[in-house]
């Protein structure tokens, strides 16, 4: 029944490693998003999608690659961890379409955090 | 420029004292939407409440009230007859994005002590 789920929840890894997180909706949205929160709880966007298209990207490094197979789906790839990336990372979906106009009333779903730790 | 500004970092407070959290918003956009987001120490975030930019009347759910001014910019949340239950960060938003992604304020750590 879990609307936005992702996976794993933990994640500790050494400098230099490449890891992945992946996020699942079932709830039929057409847009999801990646968000950062650092140590100090602050959230920040770094990417959305919508039905797999790359819509936006904030300027995060490119050893940040996500990857979105399907509407369902959107994976986040990081190549040469640093230390610098530990943080916790949401997923979250919306049900805004692309040629629609904006669901801005619409709550973003957010999945229950990804916790990544690098040493 | 979009900007949400909760400037109370940290709040502590007693069992059934009555707590305000601050939310200052700025935006160019005529039609916005703030959203309000806690975040108990388990870590997931849970959408609290919506309020779009055409309604000013205030809002209550419980021990929970809104009050949104547009002439202040300002979107505060109240929590009456607090309880430990309560103790969370609590988020501020605004629909700034172009794709309808949140702009967040820093948060409030709210403490409800026994």
């Known amino acids: 029944d879990t609307a936005v789920s992702q996976t794993p929840k933990y994640l500790v890894t050494q400098m230099g490693n490449d890891k992945s997180i992946k996020c699942e909706q079932n709830?039929?949205?057409?847009?999801m998003y990646w968000y950062k929160q650092d140590s100090k709880k602050f959230l920040k966007i770094m990417f959305s999608?919508?039905?797999?298209?790359?819509?936006i990207n904030e300027t995060v490094p490119n050893r940040f690659s996500p990857k979105s197979p399907d509407k369902a789906h959107l994976n986040l790839h990081i190549n040469s961890l640093e230390l610098g990336d530990s943080a916790v990372y949401f997923c979250?979906?919306?049900?805004?379409?692309?040629?629609?106009?904006?669901?801005?009333?619409?709550?973003?779903?957010f999945g229950n955090g990804t916790r990544l730790t690098v040493t | 420029a979009q900007k949400v500004t909760q400037a109370q970092t940290e709040i502590s407070v007693v069992e059934k004292e009555d707590v305000t959290l601050d939310c200052v918003y700025e935006?160019?956009?005529?039609?916005?939407?703030l959203f309000w987001y806690k975040q108990p120490p388990s870590g997931e975030l849970v959408f609290l409440i919506r309020?779009?930019?055409?309604?000013?009347q205030n809002e209550i759910s419980g021990r929970y009230s809104w009050n949104f001014q547009k002439s202040t910019s300002s979107f505060n949340f109240t929590i009456t007859a607090s309880q430990v239950v309560d103790s969370a960060v609590y988020f501020c938003?605004?629909?700034?994005?172009?794709?309808?992604?949140?702009?967040f304020g820093k948060g409030t750590k709210l403490s409800v002590k026994p």
């Open positions: 935006t160019r956009d005529t039609t916005y939407y």
């Open positions: 709830l039929g949205h057409d847009t």
């Open positions: 938003a605004l629909s700034g994005g172009s794709q309808g992604n949140l702009i």
């Open positions: 979250a979906s919306s049900p805004h379409r692309l040629g629609s106009p904006v669901r801005r009333d619409s709550p973003l779903h």
């Open positions: 999608y919508n039905n797999k298209e790359l819509i």
């Open positions: 309020r779009n930019s055409f309604d000013e």
